[in-house]
């Protein structure tokens, strides 16, 4: 028999106290990170002109790559605010700054591109790219911007 090869029970306990030590502060950020994921996608899609979910409910690709562009332009900075942030009044707060700077990013486009939010309704795919594209770098330049 190879039991003196096993751990004593304390050295077990100790390990798996060690496992979830870190697991409540875990669940509380990842939770208020879905929490901020879910307000971005409400309010973007409250503050563009065009009803991307209704759009992509009806298969519209354009509208799932503009709004999915943003969705990930928008995590990557909070992202790296989970890495960082001292505080979850930290990650709220470069949270809400990755959001103003999708917000941002779409009004340009669309002040730029006065026919962006027809072409996004009408399914024109290269609009979608266009703006997914734009999302997705803001959301890199923000994200390289913070500092600790």
């Known amino acids: 028999m190879l039991i003196f090869?096993?751990?004593?029970?304390d050295t077990?306990?100790?390990r798996v106290q060690e496992l979830f030590s870190g697991s409540a502060a875990f669940a509380v950020t990842f939770?208020?990170?879905?929490?901020?994921?879910?307000?971005?996608?409400?309010?973007?899609?409250?503050l563009t002109?065009?009803?991307?979910?209704?759009?992509?409910?009806?298969?519209n690709r354009a509208a799932a790559l503009s709004l999915g562009g943003a969705i990930v332009g928008f995590v990557i900075p909070v992202g790296k605010a989970?890495?960082?942030?001292?505080?979850?009044?930290?990650?709220?707060?470069?949270?809400?700054?990755?959001?103003v700077a999708q917000i941002?990013?779409?009004?340009?486009?669309?002040?730029?591109?006065?026919?962006?939010?027809?072409?996004?309704?009408?399914d024109h795919v290269a609009s979608?790219?266009?703006?997914?594209?734009?999302a997705l770098a803001i959301g890199i330049l923000n994200a390289a911007s913070m500092t600790a």
């Open 104 to 122: 941002l990013a779409y009004a340009a486009a669309a002040a730029l591109l006065p026919h962006l939010s027809k072409a996004i309704a009408d």
């Open 128 to 134: 979608g790219i266009l703006l997914a594209a734009l």
């Open 49 to 59: 002109a065009h009803r991307e979910m209704t759009l992509i409910r009806r298969d």
């Open 82 to 99: 989970v890495a960082q942030s001292a505080s979850l009044v930290d990650l709220v707060v470069w949270a809400a700054i990755a959001f």
């Open 5 to 9: 090869l096993r751990p004593p029970e």
């Open 12 to 14: 077990i306990m100790e």
């Open 31 to 46: 939770l208020v990170s879905l929490a901020l994921l879910g307000a971005f996608i409400t309010l973007y899609s409250l």
